[in-house]
């Protein structure tokens, strides 16, 4: 065997053993532990930043924008939430 077949198969070798260890870990690193989680401490909502959200909108199917307006209402946010609507002219 010559030396560069010797260093290929070494190099490819070399990169399976690698790859196998790499999905190995990552396998490991999905899996879901038994430990919960710390208890929820509720937020002081008055320290929160308020947060405002603008939605610009043009000729918009009223199906999206209902399914938009709709996606924001169920924030789970704590904190003051404003929406405007910005419309540029819709026919």
Sequence with gaps: ???????????????????????????????????SLPPYDPVDTGALPSVDVIVP????????????LKSLASQDYPGRLQVYVVDDGSA
């Design 1 to 35: 065997m010559s030396l560069l077949a010797t260093i290929s198969t070494v190099a490819v070798a070399s990169y399976a053993l690698l790859s196998s260890v790499h999905k190995s870990a990552q396998a490991l690193y999905a899996l879901r532990t038994d430990a």
């Design 57 to 68: 909108c043009f000729n918009e199917d009223p199906r999206t924008l209902a399914a938009c």
